[in-house]
């Protein structure tokens, strides 16, 4: 078994829309939280993820982890980025996340001779996570793979033990919401079902019978599976929301606050493993 059978590379289409980057940079504008792009939404996510690029990139200058010509380098990156999604159309900003989403697609019906995976089925019941699905997780799980294999080889000691933090931390903060959020909300459609049911109310038990995802995935790492855990347990709070809001418990505005709000915090890791694939590929690709 060979490195290269370990780590193909995406098809020449993907190669060409998967440019080097420096793995605090993203290539592309970033998903908002209702699964597309445009508008002044989309503006202040954009601005503020690149607020926080380039805070730390001055803090890991600050602990002496990047030299002040990489400081320069990176902040040049920010503004360059900034620059490129300000003159984008809002057309062009969808096209991007379109195909993106795409070539996660791609990656998921792929399979990598000699690596060891283990089968997950994958039901997300609700249309607002599938986008979240399709444009992050297939890099999240491909990176997950290759940053192993060629993480020594693409990144500094420094930079590589910065990046695992980042994931670890990330994925644990996201871990420990998803298992908030979904304790609470069946503990309260518990307690107010019990008391509809003690004024014989009529309750109502909503369900989906066409789930937006269905699948089964090849992940790749325990990190790629807890991922997946993430998607599943919210999936499973929105479950207790859609009773609410059937039941008149919970407004549907306010479940839309508490979704985007979901949404707008797994970003972040997204994100970061996305910008991070696309750099090891660079090392794959010369393997």
Known sequence: MTTTELSIAESPAAAADMPTLSTDIPSVAPMHSNGGTGGAADRDDVETELTEMEASANALRKEGLISTADLEKKKAEVERTRKLFRELSPEDRQAIVRR?????????????AG?????VSL???HTRLRPLFEQWWPYMNRMSLNLQRFGQSTFSRSELTTIETFLERELAKLEDYVDEQLRVAAAYREQREHEMRAKDDIIFQPTITRPSVDIEVQAFSRF?????QVLIKFDQAMDQFDFM???GIRDMTDVNEEVTRFLRKFQPLGL????THLKLMTTVRGV
Request: a positive charge; hydrophobic letters at 50%.
């Open 115 to 119: 690596a060891a995976v283990v089968a």
């Open 245 to 247: 809001v059937w039941n």
């Open 123 to 125: 039901k997300l019941n």
């Open 224 to 228: 790629a599976v807890r991922a997946l």
């Open 100 to 112: 993106r989403r795409e070539l996660g697609r791609q990656i998921l019906d792929r399979e990598l």
């Open 272 to 275: 970061r493993s996305y910008t």
